[in-house]
């Protein structure tokens, strides 16, 4: 899993999450690659949480996809492939375990942003569910914490480190927890195009990966 925060408006989305790649018993730090994908030529950006496999499939398969035009295109498609690369992964490692991609995009002809979520969480198969509007969503939620929508980076900043300590406490009581690392990269999506930005470096990001790096 991995820390993701969406601010989604009638014509623009901004979407941030950490880089921390985790295996095995899921504490243990394996890699840093970004969770949010810019997907330039359909001007689109897709995010994942959960096996990182099935959405690196899916990812694959649109950018060398060209008969795909706009996000509606790749809606159509998308939970038939979803589950077969999740098919794939399983075959190849014995369990997918659970994945959650968001897409989001503007339909050709449109300036109105619309939303795309497909999970296999809680059951799910993949179903396509739309969403058009103003909404912030931020995964893991607070658990033991109220948190007011943050408007300004620092305060989105803030969070992130609220949710990265709630997070260590329930791994420290032997719960299931996300672990949070790394960078905070953040993409912001407009009709005009697709600018992306680091907001910030955790301060353990060099002893992390001390296996690795």
């Given at each position: 899993m991995s820390l993701l925060m969406v601010f989604?408006?009638?014509?623009?989305?901004?979407?941030?999450?950490?880089?921390?790649v985790v295996r095995g018993d899921e504490d243990t730090p394996a890699m840093y690659y970004p969770k949010v994908y810019p997907i330039p030529h359909l001007n689109m950006v897709m995010a994942a949480t959960g096996t990182a496999e099935v959405a690196a499939a899916l990812l694959a398969f649109i950018v060398n996809n060209s008969d795909l035009r706009d996000i509606g295109d790749v809606d159509n498609i998308a939970p038939e492939k979803l589950r077969d690369f999740r098919a794939q992964v399983t075959e190849e490692y014995g369990d997918a375990e659970t994945s959650t991609i968001y897409l989001y995009g503007f339909p050709i002809?449109?300036?109105?942003?619309?939303?795309?979520?497909?999970?296999?969480?809680?059951?799910?198969?993949?179903?396509?569910?739309r969403f058009h509007g103003n909404r912030f969503m931020v995964?893991?939620?607070?658990?033991?914490?109220?948190?007011?929508?943050?408007?300004?980076?620092?305060?989105?900043?803030?969070?992130?480190?609220?949710?990265?300590?709630?997070?260590?406490?329930?791994?420290?009581?032997?719960?299931?927890?996300?672990?949070?690392?790394?960078?905070?990269?953040?993409?912001?999506?407009?009709?005009?195009?697709?600018?992306?930005?680091?907001?910030?470096?955790?301060?353990?990001?060099?002893?992390?990966?001390?296996?690795?790096?």
């Open positions: 989604q408006w009638e014509d623009w989305v901004e979407l941030a999450a950490d880089t921390l002809g449109s300036d109105h942003l619309v939303s795309y979520t497909y999970t296999s969480m809680r059951g799910g198969d993949f179903e396509s569910e995964k893991p939620g607070p658990q033991t914490f109220t948190a007011d929508i943050p408007y300004e980076i620092e305060e989105r900043i803030a969070l992130a480190y609220c949710l990265r300590e709630e997070q260590q406490r329930f791994r420290e009581q032997g719960e299931k927890a996300v672990a949070i690392g790394g960078e905070l990269l953040a993409f912001r999506l407009e009709r005009s195009g697709i600018s992306s930005s680091i907001w910030h470096r955790f301060p353990d990001y060099d002893e992390s990966l001390p296996s690795y790096l």
